[in-house]
Every structure is written in C-alpha cells, then in structure tokens.
C-alpha cells in the first residue's frame, strides 16, 4: 500500500520536476519563438456586428410578421396593431391580441408628437453598436392623444436640455448595418428642433381613434 502510494509520488514530483527543468533550460515554454521573443498577434481594425446581438430587428415579411410596421415607418409614419374585435390598441405592435387573443388585427397610424414622461441619459453599458455614442439620452414618451406609452432615444437634446412634460416629435433614422436590407427605426427629438427626417409633423394626432 505504502509501496502503491510512494512510486506514484515520486513518479509525479519527478514529471514535474522535469519539466519544470526542460521548460527553463530550452526555451520551448508556450508562446516564445526559438529565439526568445514573443508572437504578434493582430486584431482587425473593425469588427463585424454579428447579426443576433445586433439591437434592431430584421424587418422584412420573410424575417417578421411586424414587416408592415417598419414599412410605414420606412415611410416616416408611427403605427401599431388594433383589435377589430375588442378594439384593444398594442404598442409595440402585435400579431395576436394580448386581451382577447384575436388575430383579427389592423394596423392604425399613430400620432409623431408626444410629450415626455420621463427621461435619462444612458452613459454606459450601452447595446453593442452603441457603446462609441454613449452618453445619449432616452426618454418614455406619451404619445398625444392615444394611450400608447413607448421608449425612445431622444436625439438633439441632452438631460440638461429636456425638462418631463416638454413636447416632442418623431424622427425616423436609416439604420446602417449588417442586414441585406433597408432598416429604419424610430427615435424622438424636442419638437421643432428638427429640420432632420420627413415626418408628418402636420397631421393632427387622432389617427388611432378614427
Ligand atoms: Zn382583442
């Protein structure tokens, strides 16, 4: 028994021993070239986004059943889902109600204006792709006459800017990235700061409860 335990011991703190001493007398110890020196290794200037930690959505019909909100959004109009069959308006749209379970849903135009609820700037652990602009703000905007309550970015504005309750309006930015398609998306900036993005700015605001 002695005898099992002892041969191993020795056998083991000899291995190592060794090669503790092969590593220090002939220079093979990872990572050293033959002479000594260290390898270079490169990181590319850029890296890909990879598609699936890429914050937006593809949009296409053959990506989401949601395609008809970036398409009037493409068009610079804010829209959702309403239930035809309890009348339920859903933000972000949906493709089932949430109330009743009805399928039977239509797209209605939402008002571009709104005001803000509350705000904050974000200044780290920003969605990959966004880390190079933090800080920026974002918002919760209620938008102007439908009860529809949504998260935004606020362009043009810093938190020392804005005040809760300022009035804002739509602004719809191309979203360039790796997609092999057109993506846009919606942000909201103080209103009549603009002079950015087509928006219908001058449409009245009951879309949703015609
Ligand atoms: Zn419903």
């Given at each position: ?67 008809e909100f970036y398409d009037r959004l493409r068009e610079g109009v804010l829209s ?59 918002g919760v905007v209620d938008l102007d006459g439908v009860d529809v309550r949504l ?60």
């Amino acid at each position: 028994m002695s005898d099992d335990a002892t041969p191993r011991t020795d056998g083991t703190e000899g291995e190592a021993a060794t090669g503790r001493h092969a590593h220090g007398t002939d220079g093979g110890r990872e990572g050293l070239l033959p002479d000594g020196g260290r390898r270079t290794v490169e990181l590319p200037d850029t890296i890909e986004l990879p598609r699936l930690l890429d914050f937006y959505e593809l949009q296409t019909a053959e990506h989401t059943r949601i395609h008809e909100f970036y398409d009037r959004l493409r068009e610079g109009v804010l829209s959702t889902t309403r239930c035809a069959d309890c009348d339920a308006l859903h933000y972000p749209p949906r493709v089932v109600c949430p109330e009743c379970t009805g399928e039977d849903l239509e797209y209605v135009e939402l008002p571009d204006t709104g005001t803000l609820y509350a705000f904050s700037a974000l200044r780290g652990g920003a969605p990959m792709g966004m880390a190079d602009e933090a800080p920026f703000t974002v918002g919760v905007v209620d938008l102007d006459g439908v009860d529809v309550r949504l998260s935004a970015r606020i362009d043009g504005a810093t938190v020392e800017d804005l005040d809760i309750g300022d009035p804002v309006e739509l602004a719809v930015v191309d979203v360039d990235g790796p997609a092999d398609h057109e993506r846009v998306f919606y942000r909201f900036e103080p209103a009549g700061a603009t002079g950015g993005e087509p928006t219908h700015g001058d449409r009245p605001a009951e879309h949703a409860e015609e």
